[in-house]
């Protein structure tokens, strides 16, 4: 049985049975059950009680963004609780249609069995070009837990993806689609060897392939540019070995409300490895918390500095700004170049706590401004250059781990309008 029969199979059940389903299941959600422990065998938790409280949580889904376009559908959001009646798993059956994509189907997991312990996995798979197959752990219970270890491994394929050519100015004419089939991974172990520092070694892998994407109506990348004017475009290896050193006051790691962060990081790619080209990447990151009224308005601001230095770099490792954490009225990738600077400041205001579906949750509206600018280097900056991106966020916060966010942000190209978890820095 040949890979096209099964995908074709699989777009056939996606299509007449998946969605039909989980709309009935959103239809008869939005309620509190209480399960027995010993049924919940796989569920890892190591503060469940004898029953383990679910609660489920039907909800639509509707987003657009510049790359994407138009997304709606529904999801069920599946909380199980802990004796302490904190959220320890999350898991998130979805389906949703787009034009250029078709009919996606997803199953998102979240696991929190302790404290010092995390998992994620993503499973998606669309019935045109697009899917996605994820999965992340984060444990610091070693080393009488100085030492944190972090895995993360992929297989994906984006056919919303953009190329305007190099450069700040990058023009929108010059607008281009592909998609960027990857597999790879990213591992690090970071120990803390002061109060506030970490020293963190990471090792990083990607394998990508260009193929056509899903957008029919933008040209494909390679009927307008080149391997010669854009390296990479024919597909690329890259396998870099990390430094980086961490200092953070923060309060939490996942919903800080107070504190600050600086990173240091020196990331190497070598042909020696397996990469394409050797090249370097350098970056400096800075972000503060500042809580006022017992954290009921937080003034958080972020500055990134990052620079690629090497020859004949994939224009997918260059320094790239664009998307939902970084300049968020502009779809993914949208500016690409050998160095860029960042700057997002946020005011973070709580409108109020309310209990939905017996889930309590912190409800915060969020306006933003979004600076940032591609360059050669930093000496060659110029303020015209840079793009200002205001917009607002709504974000609803599941403490101590889960926050669901949507982002508008307004750029020079048009509104963008982004939906995930977790805060965007």
């Given amino acids: 049985m040949t890979y096209t029969h099964i995908h074709n199979q699989l777009k056939n059940l996606i299509e007449r049975f998946f969605f039909p389903a989980l709309l009935l299941v959103g239809l008869l959600g939005g309620c509190t059950s209480y399960i027995p422990r010993e049924k919940l065998m796989l569920l890892p938790c190591d503060s469940c009680g004898e029953k383990v409280k679910l609660v489920t949580v039907p909800l639509p889904v509707i987003a657009s963004s510049p790359n994407e376009g138009i997304t709606f559908g529904a999801l069920s959001a599946l909380l199980f ?65 100085k030492l944190e270890l972090n895995a993360f491994v992929f297989k994906l394929s984006d056919g919303s993806s953009r190329f305007f050519g190099f450069q700040a100015k990058s023009p929108l004419q010059k607008e281009t ?137 994939p224009f997918l490792e260059q320094s790239i700004l664009g998307g939902e954490t970084t300049l968020r009225g502009y779809g993914r990738n949208r500016f690409i170049d050998n160095s860029y600077f960042l700057c997002n400041l946020e005011e973070r205001i709580r409108l109020f706590r309310w209990e939905i579906f017996n889930v309590t949750a912190d409800w915060e509206i969020a306006p933003f401004l979004d ?18 991106n205001p917009g607002i966020g709504f974000r609803a916060i599941v403490r101590p781990n889960i926050v669901g966010r949507v982002d508008l942000g307004i750029g020079r190209d048009g509104p963008a309008i982004f939906v995930g978890l977790g805060y965007p820095f």
């Fill in 81 to 145: 609780h802990n004796k302490n009646d904190e959220i320890t798993t999350l898991i998130a059956p979805q389906v949703n249609y787009n034009t250029n994509f078709g009919v996606t189907a997803s199953l998102y997991g979240a696991l929190y069995p302790s404290p010092d312990r995390s998992m994620e996995f993503n499973l998606s798979q669309s019935s045109k070009v697009n899917h996605d197959y994820e999965f992340k752990i984060r444990d610091t219970t070693q080393l009488d837990k």
């Fill in 177 to 313: 689609n592909y998609a960027n089939d990857e597999v790879g991974f990213n591992l690090s172990a970071g120990y803390n060897f002061a109060k506030f520092f970490q020293i963190v070694l990471g090792d990083r892998f990607r394998d990508v392939t260009i193929r056509h994407g899903a957008v029919s109506k933008v040209p494909y990348i390679k009927d307008k540019f080149s391997e010669l004017s854009v390296p990479g475009i024919n597909g690329f290896t890259a396998h870099a070995p990390r430094l980086s050193i961490i200092h953070s006051t923060l309060d939490n790691k996942d919903v800080p409300t107070f504190g600050g962060y600086v990173k240091l990081s020196v990331e190497g790619s070598f042909k020696a490895l397996g990469s394409a080209a050797d090249y370097r990447h350098y970056e400096a990151e800075v972000k503060g918390y500042y809580p006022l009224d017992n954290a009921r308005y937080i003034t958080v601001f972020r500055f990134v500095y990052n620079q690629t230095l090497g020859n004949d770099v």
């Fill in 371 to 388: 600076m940032g600018a591609v360059m050669k280097s930093l000496d060659k900056a110029t303020f015209n250059n840079f793009e200002l």
